[in-house]
C-alpha cells in the first residue's frame, strides 16, 4: 500500500523534532512548504502535541487529530534503562505504525546502523565498503537490539501500509550530541583555554566510519517519502565513502589557534574497525548521499 498521492504529501507529523537530526528536518519540511506538526512527552512549539505518556491510545489521538500524509518517526533513546530504550526505541513505533494504519499515513521508521553489529569479523568490511542492506543484523547493545526490533515490526507491518525504515549512518553536523565523538572533541575544543597546554583528549582514532552531514541526511529523508519504490524497504543513509576518525580529528586541530595537541587513547584490541556503507538500495532508488564536507562541517560546528 501507499499513502493517497505519495508526490505531494505535505502534510508531516514528527517524533524526536527538537533532536539532532529532527531540528534540521523540521527547517527542510517548512522550507519546501509541508504543514508541519509535531509530538513527544517534552514541551514543543507551535504544531507540537504534547503526549502525557508513549501509549497507544494518546499516539492515536494526535495522529487522527493531524490526519499527516508522512509520520517521521525520529524519536530514540540511549538510556541507561533498558525499560527504557524498549518503551521508547520500539514499543514508541509499534504504537504509530498502529495509529497511522487507521489514517493511511504513510511512517518513516529511523532505525540505526547499530542493527548490523560490530563489523570486526567481516573481513569484508576492511576494505571499506561492506555493510549494505543485505548484510545480516546482529547488534550487541541494547540499543542497537531494541532498534532492530522497532524494525522487524515495521517489515512485518509494510505488507498492509507505507512504511520506510532507514538506517543513518555517521551523521555530523552543528547541534550534535556530544556522546557522539565530533560533537565531543568540537565541545572540547571551545573549552580549551587561550594558552598553556591546549589537549583534546580522544578515544582510539583508528576506526574508519562513513559520515554524512545531517542537512543532507534530514533531505534523503523528504526524498524516500516521495519515491513510491522505497515503501516496504530498509535503506541505509550513507555515502559510501570511507574515512578515519584520525582525519576527523585532524580536520578539527587545523581550525584551531593556537595549535592544539591530541592525546589519543589506546584501542583496547588491536583489531580493524570498519564500518562503511554502500549505498545500494539509495542508487537503486535513484538517490543517493554525499560524503560530509568536514572542513566546512567543522567551521559551522566551531562557529
Not at 34 to 56: F, Y
Not at 143 to 160: P, R, V
Not at 249 to 276: G, N, Y
Request: aromatic letters at 4%; one cysteine or more.
Amino acid at each position: 500500500m501507499q499513502p493517497a498521492n505519495v508526490q505531494s504529501a505535505r502534510r508531516a507529523l514528527i517524533t524526536g523534532a527538537g533532536g539532532f537530526i529532527g531540528h534540521h528536518l523540521v527547517d527542510l519540511l517548512h522550507h519546501e512548504g509541508w504543514i508541519v506538526a509535531t509530538t513527544g512527552v517534552s514541551e514543543g512549539g507551535p504544531g507540537h502535541h504534547r503526549l502525557a505518556a508513549l501509549d497507544a491510545d494518546s499516539l492515536r489521538s494526535v495522529v487522527e487529530a493531524v490526519s499527516p500524509d508522512w509520520i517521521f518517526h525520529l524519536a530514540g533513546t540511549t538510556s541507561d534503562s533498558p525499560t527504557t530504550q524498549y518503551t521508547v526505541n520500539t514499543c514508541f513505533g509499534i504504537h504509530l505504525l498502529q495509529a497511522a494504519a487507521r489514517v493511511n499515513a504513510g511512517v518513516l521508521l529511523t532505525g540505526s546502523a547499530a542493527e548490523y553489529g560490530p563489523q570486526h569479523a567481516n573481513p569484508p568490511s576492511q576494505y571499506g565498503r561492506a555493510v549494505d542492506e543485505c548484510c545480516p543484523c546482529q547488534p550487541v547493545s541494547t540499543y542497537g537490539i531494541s532498534k532492530y526490533a522497532q524494525s522487524l515490526h515495521g517489515l512485518a507491518a509494510s505488507a498492509g501500509q507505507p512504511v520506510i525504515i532507514v538506517r543513518p549512518f555517521n551523521v555530523l553536523g552543528k547541534g550534535m550530541p556530544e556522546h557522539l565523538a565530533l560533537g565531543r572533541f568540537v565541545r572540547q575544543a571551545l573549552q580549551l583555554p587561550a594558552t598553556g597546554d591546549r589537549c583534546i583528549h580522544t578515544g582510539p582514532l583508528h576506526g574508519v566510519r562513513d559520515f554524512i552531514h545531517v542537512r543532507d541526511c534530514a533531505q534523503a529523508l523528504i526524498h524516500l517519502t516521495e519515491t513510491k519504490d522505497a515503501l516496504g524497504k530498509v535503506v541505509n543513509l550513507c555515502s559510501g565513502t570511507g574515512v578515519s576518525l584520525a582525519h576527523l580529528a585532524e580536520c578539527l586541530i587545523a581550525q584551531l589557534s593556537p595549535a592544539v595537541r591530541i592525546q589519543e587513547a589506546a584501542p583496547a584490541k588491536p583489531v580493524a574497525d570498519v564500518f562503511v556503507g554502500t549505498g545500494a538500495a539509495l542508487r537503486q532508488l535513484g538517490l543517493s548521499i554525499p560524503p560530509c564536507a568536514l572542513h566546512q562541517c567543522i567551521k559551522e560546528m566551531l562557529s
